[in-house]
Every structure is written in structure tokens, then in C-alpha cells.
């Protein structure tokens, strides 16, 4: 008896979508899936290795996609305020979800979305690629395996750039709110956001306990109304500290890297290219295997007991919460021109570094520090927040 494919539907397939249609070629071609639409306000063509396969609806307008193609599976890559409605919409269809990351941006919408999936009988994957990677997977190992010996602290590092061309790609760019609604496009919440969920990960598997405080200092070296430049460190319950120490105005390139720090020394994990060092290895090794968010969701559907899904909606609810805080914190400190260096052309790629941040994110990093605890002279006291939602300036 032959069985049909997984009917999927991508919504949001220009931008950052042509790499979900990258993903999903392959397994349309292999007959892993059939691809049966793609949504975008803008016209959506075929790019390199993501053809557009022939009887591949190509609309405007989600809602008509569901009512016309009926998928069993929607990968939804919309902007970070528009996925809940979006979400909810697929799973009223009947269709499980491969949800881009942030998921949603307030335990609000966490809580109302769990609901509808227990309500529809659906499933929810979120977007947080790099908690399938057998890198992590042995960090974990290590960490609680005592290979470690008692773990002391986690943290994660990342210095990236952005040119002022990258702040001017969406409406929602660089945006704290767009029409009313959270959009928290910041470097927290969006391009590494991965190197906190990763922390979280580690920590839910060394320690298992609440945050109960978060420290935040978030900055900016444009006229933007969200981070670029951020500390942040988030106490569990236990005592155990994760510190967050990441850029987008950075001088040299760390792709992102995950500390775990020990008794018995410092495993590194550099999760984009799941490159790991366990304390008594010289330099970063190569971990090979990834398992992919859709191939993964395609396989519990198959096998819901028996394969569980990487990034469930629960999972990422700790990240959520932390993005609450964002959302609720005082304004991003703008740098100072004097702490700074531009280059390139205003308003195209044009780049702003601020000086000395790598060694300040790594120092930061290693010494489970906020900027303001290094005497960084344009840091800021950070912002307080109980977990209880009590927030205080400095403490």
C-alpha cells in the first residue's frame, strides 16, 4: 500500500525563507514531502537550489494557501509579531508546524499557542537548528557526565557585523514594536538568539532549575530601537549563573560559542559550525551530524513515540520568558561616536565597531561578567528583573 507524502507549505518564502525552500528541495525531490505552496507578499521566483516544483501554488495570502492546498505540515518564516496569528491560522487547517525563531514573543502568546496545539491535537517545532547537533549533544554528555567535574557557570560569546543596509531590509528592522505589536528585532532576540537557547539547553540538562533573576545591559551603536550590543546574565534557582555576552558591532568574527565552565575545566562548543573542545583537547574538532528541524518533524509524525521532536514549542519557553524581559527592559544606551569607528558608506554598508568589544564579549564570557562589571567606560548599572517581574535599575 503506498503512502502519500507530507502535503508542506511554507509561509514566508523570500528572505531568510529561501533557506527553509534549500531545506525542503531534496526532500520534495526524494519524495520525503511534497511541496504544495509558498506564501510571500513580495513576487517569489525560483533562486538557486530552491526551484519552484510544477503544481506549486505561489500566493499572497496564507489563508487562501490553507483553504487551497490543505497541508499536513506549514513552515512558517514570517516576521517574529506575525507568527501567532499566522500559527494559529495553520493549526485551525490541520496542519503541524515548523516555527521559526523566536517562536512568539511573550508567555502570553506561549501559553495561548500551547493551547491551541493541545486544543487541535498538533505538534510544534521551533526553528532553533543547532539543538540537533550531535556537537551539543556530546557537550551535554560532558557536562553531566562529570567529565567536567562540577559545573560552575555557562556562557555564550558571539561579535558579528551588521552594515546599515541590514537595518533597512523589512519595515521591522531594527524595530522594538511595529504597529502596536512587539517585533524585538535585536541581536537577543533574533540573529543570536540561538547562542542563548543553546545555553538554556546545556543548563536544562546540568541543572534542571528556574531562572529566577536576569541582569540585562543591551546598547547601540545606531539610531535603532532595539540592542546590537548586549550583556546579560540569568541566575537559576540553584545559583548558577548564565552569562550572555554578544555583538553585532564587532571588530574580528566569533561565529558564537558556548562555555561551560567547570572544576575540572572549559568545554567550547562554536555551535554554527558544531566545531567542540573538551577541557583536556588542544584545539576545536569537528562533530559531525546534524539532525534537520523538518526531517525530524517528519519523523514524529511517522513515529510520535518513538521520535521526539528536537525543539518542541515547550523547550523554548525559558527563551521566551527571557525575551519578555527584553521586551519590558528600558531603551538600548547608545555608544558614544567616541567609542566607535565607521566605515564604508552611510546608509549602504556602512559598518560601526565599537573598539576593543571582542576582547570585552570574551572577557565577559570567561569571567561570567556584565560589561558593567569590567570597567567598560560606556557601560551602563544593569537592569534587574525578578522573575517575578519586579524590575530595578542597578541593585
Known amino acids: 500500500m503506498t503512502t502519500e507524502p507530507p502535503r508542506v507549505a511554507l509561509i514566508g518564502a523570500n528572505g531568510h525563507g529561501l533557506w527553509h525552500r534549500r531545506q525542503i ?13 509558498l506564501v510571500d507578499v513580495r513576487p517569489v521566483g525560483p533562486a538557486p537550489d530552491a526551484p519552484i516544483p510544477a503544481g506549486v501554488e505561489v500566493l499572497t495570502d496564507h489563508r487562501r494557501l490553507l483553504a487551497r492546498t490543505r497541508p499536513d505540515v506549514v513552515v512558517i518564516c514570517t516576521p517574529p509579531y506575525t507568527h501567532l496569528p499566522i500559527a494559529l491560522d495553520a493549526l485551525a487547517a490541520g496542519a503541524d508546524l515548523l516555527l521559526e525563531k523566536p517562536p512568539v514573543l511573550s508567555l502570553d502568546e506561549h501559553r495561548r499557542l500551547a493551547a491551541a496545539l493541545a486544543r487541535h491535537g498538533r505538534v510544534c517545532q521551533v526553528g532553533f537548528q543547532a539543538l540537533g547537533s550531535a556537537a551539543l549533544a556530546e557537550l551535554t554528555a560532558a557536562a553531566t557526565d562529570g567529565r567536567l567535574g562540577t559545573v560552575t557557570g555557562i556562557s555564550t560569546v558571539a561579535s558579528w557585523q551588521r552594515d546599515d543596509a541590514y537595518y533597512r531590509r523589512s519595515p521591522w528592522a531594527g524595530r522594538r514594536t511595529v504597529d502596536g ?23 536544562g540538562a546540568v541543572d ?15 539610531p535603532i530601537e532595539v540592542d546590537d550590543t548586549a550583556s546579560m546574565r540569568i541566575t537559576l534557582e540553584s545559583g548558577l549563573a548564565i552569562v550572555v555576552a554578544v555583538t553585532l558591532a564587532g571588530e574580528d568574527f566569533v561565529p558564537g560559542e558556548v562555555l561551560v565552565h567547570g572544576t575540572a575545566g572549559t568545554a567550547v562548543l562554536e555551535y554554527p559550525t558544531d566545531r567542540l573542545r573538551l577541557p583536556a583537547e588542544p584545539t576545536l574538532r569537528p562533530v559531525p551530524g546534524r539532525v534537520g528541524l523538518l526531517e525530524n518533524l517528519l519523523a514524529h509524525r511517522r513515529d510520535p513515540v518513538g521520535v521526539p521532536l528536537i525543539a518542541p514549542l515547550a523547550r ?45 564579549v570574551r572577557r565577559a564570557a570567561a569571567e561570567l561578567s556584565l560589561f558593567s562589571e569590567l570597567d567598560v567606560a560606556w557601560a551602563v548599572r544593569p537592569q534587574r528583573t525578578r522573575l517575578d517581574r519586579e524590575v530595578t535599575a542597578g541593585g
Not at 29 to 35: E, K, T, V
Not at 210 to 222: D, N
Open 316 to 360: 523554548t519557553e525559558p527563551f521566551t520568558g527571557l525575551l519578555e524581559v527584553v521586551q519590558a527592559a528600558v531603551e538600548p544606551q547608545l555608544v558614544g561616536a567616541e567609542h566607535v569607528v565607521a566605515t564604508g558608506v552611510a546608509g549602504t554598508d556602512r559598518v560601526v565597531t565599537i573598539k576593543g568589544i571582542n576582547a570585552m
Open 208 to 222: 534542571g532549575s528556574p531562572p529566577v533573576l536576569v541582569e540585562l545591559e543591551r546598547y547601540r551603536v545606531r
Open 25 to 37: 528541495a531534496p526532500l520534495h525531490d526524494s519524495g520525503a514531502l511534497r511541496l504544495v505552496g
Open 181 to 203: 505589536r512587539p517585533s524585538l528585532d535585536g541581536a537577543l532576540a533574533n540573529p543570536l538568539a540561538h547562542a542563548t537557547m543553546q545555553c538554556l539547553a546545556v543548563a
